[in-house]
């Protein structure tokens, strides 16, 4: 019973372990994530969910808040393809 128990247990351990193997990103490759596409059209509008959970948050600012946020990350994109940073670290550990 204990060697069962102790089996299971290992086997557990073996799979979170390869989950979060599966999830680990090396410091020195592209964060970018490939998604599947689908041909289906989409459930709901473009950003209509964001758009709502701005108003909650924000209340009447939510546009000028998400108009800022866009801006700031378009200059973030910018700025990475400009220069091409390598992410943090960049020595092996």
Not at 19 to 30: I, L, R
Not at 39 to 68: F, H, N, T, V, W
Request: proline letters at 6%; hydrophobic letters at 30%; glycine letters at 4%.
């Amino acid at each position: 019973a204990e060697t069962e128990r102790h089996r299971e247990e290992l086997k557990r351990q073996q799979q979170l372990e390869a989950e979060s193997h599966e999830q680990y990103v090396a410091a020195d490759h592209d964060l970018h994530i490939f998604t599947r596409t689908s041909i289906q059209p989409p459930s709901e509008r473009p950003g209509e969910r964001r758009r709502a959970e701005m108003k909650i948050l924000y209340g009447e600012d939510a546009a000028k808040i998400q108009g800022m946020e866009t801006a700031i990350q378009l200059n973030f994109d910018r700025h990475c393809d400009k220069k091409q940073p390598k992410y943090w670290p960049i020595i092996p550990l």
